[in-house]
């Protein structure tokens, strides 16, 4: 098998939203957690993600991050590379979307790529260069006071020429929706003119489609997760990839279960009320660990005799006066990195004694968690709720993972993952 997508995605849970749109269309991929070392060899994929952070650090070190993982990717024998962001753009004026797309660009000795973070099924459009947000314009919606990169210019042509140095073209819609080949037409006008960079305007699924055939021959694309949808294709037309439908199952996982909490998002209060009257809880409390109990150890006795093929559940989900409680105790950061840590423990522990099978909730409790068992690698399997799939960590010991994010997620997702994951309903 040699790998044919190579892709950087800027966060965490944007690698595995697009890990599992190219598992769906029938591409065996594996997410890495940050730039493997040098002379690591890479996984057996048709498509590797790297995951990097580096969607709010300055522009010269996400430059930096993304060249390394270019060079790990070319190195693997990527042919094609996309660069994922969000479908909201998320960046600042002065980047790091653009200077990034630049320096690959040059890395790759080539000069023109597309722009097209449009996801249809979560209601981002493209119209004349325009984000929408559902019926809103991007600088109407949440997005207008995001902490970290408020989007308050909906015109991604605008946008993206504040953070580039050559000229930004646009596909309209108009062209777009005569389909590839037309598409590839106005990539090429565009690049006469001298346009290194085009926004693509997208409104349907069929769009990303199309727009993804057009750029069969382009180096690099950049996206959000929807752009990927038309490429799996690209190679199944030049004979590099199977016509299976679905990538395959992974492979069945042995071992203890459990379900670790650290996610205070609404989606996961539910998920975790639900899952308390089906199962024994423990329940983390930070100020117990504040007053100098070894919780994470009391957490591992009260295990020890229920650890088995059934999922049990540690949780330090709170309702957000009980958080906010607790922050004021000892701090926001505090707080959260008290919990964190004590989930990663827990984690560890129950590793060590044989668990296998792992559902976390929570972005930054799984970053936590994943970097504490020293999982560097993930292979996708079977989607759960939208956007959260099952992987299997590459290495040893192989654990099955879900990192579900904040929001993700039904009532019941805790306990049927584990449906999904011996095969059960989906
Ligand atoms: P989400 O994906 O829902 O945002 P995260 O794990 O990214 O979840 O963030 C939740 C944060 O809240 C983490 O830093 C976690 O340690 C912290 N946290 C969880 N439970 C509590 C609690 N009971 N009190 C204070 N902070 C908590």
Partial sequence: MSVLLGAIADDFTGATDLCNTLHRRGMKTVQLIGVPKAGTRAPDAEALVVALK???VPAREAIAKSL????YLKEAGARQILFKYCSTFDSADEGNIGPVAEALLSALDADFTLYCPAFPEA???IYQGHLFVGEVLLSQSGMRDHPLTPMRDSNLVRV???QCRHPVGLVPYATVACGA????AAFADLRKAGKRHAIVDALFDRDLEAIGAAAADLPLITGGSGIAQGLPANFRRKGLLGAREGADRLPPVRGSAAVLSGSCSQATQAQVAYMREHTPAFTVDPLAAAAGRDVASEALSWARP?????PILFSATAPPDEVAAVQERLGREASGALVEGILAGI???LVASGLRRLVVAGGETAGAVVGALGVSALLIGEEIDPGVPWTLSLGEPALAL???SGNFGKPDFFLRAFSVLEGGEQ
């Fill in 306 to 310: 229920r650890l088995g093929e059934r």
């Fill in 123 to 125: 209601q981002r459009t």
């Fill in 160 to 162: 993206l020429e504040r």
């Fill in 402 to 404: 879900a990192l579900k």
């Fill in 54 to 56: 580096s969607r709010t």
């Fill in 347 to 349: 984690a560890r522990g």
């Fill in 181 to 184: 080949e037309r598409v590839a």
């Fill in 68 to 71: 390394d993982a270019l060079a």
